[in-house]
């Protein structure tokens, strides 16, 4: 008998332990990635984002009620800090006062998470060396290149809807209905124009935000894989690379 034949028989009787990973039988290793798994990935990157914003959105409310405050002009300032900003907002509208115009960054976490890491994976794709390797430079262009996207795409109309609908709730007699009677309301009198409003200081702060951010997570990946493209990486290097270039935007 043939070595073909003897490893044919072998494989044959073999009782595969992983009924839902056939390829284990005749490869014994792991299936290539898939474009549904990255579909997975920008899905749960923006699940996770909603629920981080759940979580921080009154903090970010206060904020901008807070710049909202200095601009007035009136020279006299309705806040006197964080904790009177809050309290005040508490007293007079609830504890859900402070998750007014959520929704708004709700709807942009998705669609924001989209264009980041799908921009940065198209970049890497035509970027790699003929291993697979991504080099230092090409790890901070890359992360440019995603961040300015995000910038034009999401953040930069998402940050303009935000500030313009909180600062129309915290009006006396408020304009907006709703999220999206928002958006036509400021698109009807101000043009796509009104919703891009900082676009280049926020392409700068989000070009730098992810250029920081996919050097850190790929150097720490390649650092992990030992400069081996196809070894995969432990999912803790990945959230310490993450969470060391969080951002709030």
């Known amino acids: 008998m043939d070595k073909s034949a003897a490893v044919s028989q072998r494989t044959s009787s073999f009782v595969n ?8 039988v ?17 899905i ?24 909202l405050d200095d601009k007035k002009g009136s020279g006299q300032r309705k806040y006197n800090g964080i904790i009177d900003c809050g309290a005040k907002t508490i007293r007079s509208h609830g504890v859900l006062g402070l998750y007014r115009g959520l929704s708004v960054l709700l709807y942009g976490s998705i669609p924001k ?16 060396d003929e291993k697979g390797n991504l080099s230092p430079i090409k790890r901070m262009l890359c992360g440019l290149g995603a961040g ?13 809807v935000k500030v313009k609908f909180i600062h129309d709730q915290n009006s006396a007699n408020p304009k907006f209905k709703g999220f999206f009677h928002g958006v036509r309301e400021i698109v009807r009198t101000q043009g796509f124009r009104g919703t891009y409003q900082g676009l280049t200081a926020t392409c700068l702060k989000q070009g730098s ?15 992990y894989r030992g ?16 969470a060391s270039c969080r951002e709030r935007v």
Request: charged share 20%; hydrophobic share 45%.
């Open 227 to 242: 400069g081996d493209p196809t070894k995969p990486v432990n999912k803790f290097v990945v959230e310490i690379g993450r």
């Open 17 to 24: 332990p992983f009924p839902h990973r056939p390829y284990m």
């Open 148 to 160: 300015v996207a995000e910038a034009v795409f999401a953040v930069t109309p998402m940050e303009t």
């Open 44 to 67: 749960a990157g923006g699940i996770t984002g909603g629920i981080e914003i759940c979580i921080t959105f009154p903090t970010e409310y206060v904020k901008t009620q807070l710049q």
């Open 26 to 42: 005749t490869t014994g290793a792991a299936a290539a990635a898939s474009g549904a798994v990255g579909l997975k990935g920008i």
């Open 209 to 223: 935000n992810q250029a920081i951010r996919f050097f850190v997570m790929e150097s720490l990946k390649d650092w």
């Open 113 to 128: 998470s989209a264009v980041r890491f799908g921009m940065f994976e198209e970049l890497k794709k035509h970027s790699v």
